[in-house]
């Protein structure tokens, strides 16, 4: 099993920045790609950004060209850089680690982006 924890939530105003960390522990060797989502209430789970084990990434539409994922290896981190923070970017985000036979997750942290 992978164990991740996210931290670097917080409330910041709209055209702020933040960056969120997610470290992982345990298993991390069988991770194939490393996700960040983020969930406001009643809506389902969206994918933000990805990276693979290969370095290759992606984002989605809402946040190209603002937020930008990485990884330090050695430190097992994951980070996402988030930049021209919206109001709609307002979210609880989480990380996770995909395997080949199971998928895990962090227990998110909250972003609030006030307008």
């Known amino acids: 099993q992978v164990h991740l924890v996210e931290s670097g939530g917080g409330l910041v105003q709209a055209g702020g920045s933040l960056r969120l960390s997610c470290v992982a522990s345990g298993s991390i060797a069988s991770i194939n790609r490393r996700d960040w989502y983020r969930q406001t209430p009643g809506k389902q789970r969206e994918l933000v950004a990805t990276?693979?084990?290969?370095?290759?990434?992606n984002y989605a539409d809402s946040v190209k060209g603002r937020f930008t994922i990485s990884r330090d290896n050695a430190k097992n981190t994951v980070y996402l850089q988030m930049n021209s923070l919206k109001p709609e970017d307002t979210a609880v985000y989480y990380c996770?680690?995909?395997?080949?036979?199971?998928?895990?997750w962090g227990q998110g942290t909250q972003v609030i982006v006030s307008s």
């Open positions: 990276i693979t084990s290969g370095g290759s990434t």
């Open positions: 996770g680690a995909e395997r080949v036979y199971d998928y895990n």
